[in-house]
Nanobody, 123 residues
Framework: QVQLVESGGGLVQAGGSLRLSCAASGRTFSDYAMGWFRQAPGKEREFVAVISQSGDDTPYADSVKGRFTISRDNAKKTMYLQMNSLKPEDTAVYYC????????????????WGQGTQVTVSS
């Protein structure tokens, strides 16, 4: 198993930046594909970005492409999401997730989840 803890959320003005972190403990971090997902009030949880075990494969949702960057440091057992040019529609609880084998954009295929961190973007 792996345990995940997100940090770095907060309140920021539109156009600003935040960097989210997801710290992992437990089994070997590099065994897991990782992902960032978000859920806004009244909406379903949605894919933001995922990253393969090696970090070579990093698909993004169209809504964040060019603004967000996902990365991971396997030695530090940590995944990151650099969020630039934030918009009010990015407001949501952001979750990190982990799964074995291939990375996927489908949140239901991830076995392990963090508790989430709130990101609020004011206009």
């Amino acid at each position: 198993q792996v345990q995940l803890v997100e940090s770095g959320g907060g309140l920021v003005q539109a156009g600003g930046s935040l960097r989210l972190s997801c710290a992992a403990s437990g089994r070997t971090f590099s065994d897991y594909a990782m992902g960032w997902f978000r859920q806004a009030p009244g909406k379903e949880r949605e894919f933001v970005a995922v990253i393969s075990q090696s970090g070579d494969d990093t698909p993004y949702a169209d809504s964040v492409k060019g603004r967000f960057t996902i990365s991971r440091d396997n030695a530090k057992k940590t995944m990151y999401l650099q969020m630039n040019s934030l918009k009010p529609e990015d407001t949501a609880v952001y979750y990190c997730a982990a799964k074995l084998l291939l990375a996927t954009t489908q949140p239901k295929r991830y076995q392990y989840w963090g508790q989430g961190t709130q990101v609020t973007v004011s206009s």
